[in-house]
Antibody, heavy 116, light 108 residues
Framework: EVQLVESGGGLVQPGGSLRLSCAAS????????MSWVRQAPGKGLEWVAN????????YYVDSVKGRFTISRDNAKNSLYLQMNSLRAEDTAVYYC?????????WGQGTMVTVSS | AIRITQSPSSLSASTGDRVTITCRAS??????LAWYQQKPGKAPKLLIY???TLQSGVPSRFSGSGSGTDFTLTISCLQSEDFATYYC??????????FGQGTRLEIK
């Protein structure tokens, strides 16, 4: 079964850091671009970042540039999002998604809450 | 950045109705547009890509059309399970991606 499972979310204070993980199974992870997409409570979808198959290219939405870092470990079939200098506006459910230009496979999401 | 304007933001309809949701891009994006359905508490589900290609397993009552700047998602005969929020997404500027604001489809 093709599956993505996120983990690592939680409550963090403003200015803090968090690392999200996404475990992939059921497909050849190393053959696909991967993305992170987030959704603030009651709001719409926002693409956050994506990464090429070999990790050589990474792209970010302007609002997270310099604070978030996307990475992957193809040997572990895993995608990561390192989030630093977190702000209240980063509060959201974070989804990892298989990126074929459209997002055809999604994880269940992990909630990140930034609050003091 | 390419902006996507989705309309309406909400829509009330009845089972059996035909509904149309529109996305307009701030510049031409050829056919590089996808549509998603999201139900409360769930991850989005890909319905259509390349503006009009139905994702495998998606019912044929869903259809997409358009190119350039104007796109539509049509549901030909609403079923109870279709009441959800719908999003469009452009990937013309890939790897940079943007979504529309969403359309909430409610039962009348």
């Amino acid at each position: 079964e093709v599956q993505l499972v996120e983990s690592g979310g939680g409550l963090v204070q403003p200015g803090g850091s968090l690392r999200l993980s996404c475990a992939a199974s059921g497909f050849t992870f190393s053959s696909y671009w991967m993305s992170w997409v987030r959704q603030a409570p009651g709001k719409g979808l926002e693409w956050v970042a994506n990464i090429k198959q070999d990790g050589s290219e990474k792209y970010y939405v302007d609002s997270v540039k310099g604070r978030f870092t996307i990475s992957r470990d193809n040997a572990k079939n895993s995608l990561y999002l390192q989030m630093n200098s977190l702000r209240a506006e980063d509060t959201a459910v974070y989804y990892c998604a298989r990126d074929t230009r459209a997002f055809d496979i999604w994880g269940q999401g992990t909630m990140v809450t930034v609050s003091s | 950045a390419i902006r996507i304007t989705q309309s309406p933001s909400s829509l009330s309809a009845s089972t059996g109705d035909r509904v149309t949701i529109t996305c307009r891009a701030s510049q031409g994006i050829s056919s590089y547009l996808a549509w998603y359905q999201q139900k409360p508490g769930k991850a989005p589900k890909l319905l259509i890509y390349a503006a009009s290609t139905l994702q495998s397993g998606v019912p044929s009552r869903f259809s997409g059309s358009g190119s350039g700047t104007d796109f539509t998602l049509t549901i030909s005969c609403l079923q109870s399970e279709d009441f959800a929020t719908y999003y469009c997404q452009q990937y013309y500027s890939y790897p940079l991606i943007t979504f529309g604001q969403g359309t909430r489809l409610e039962i009348k």
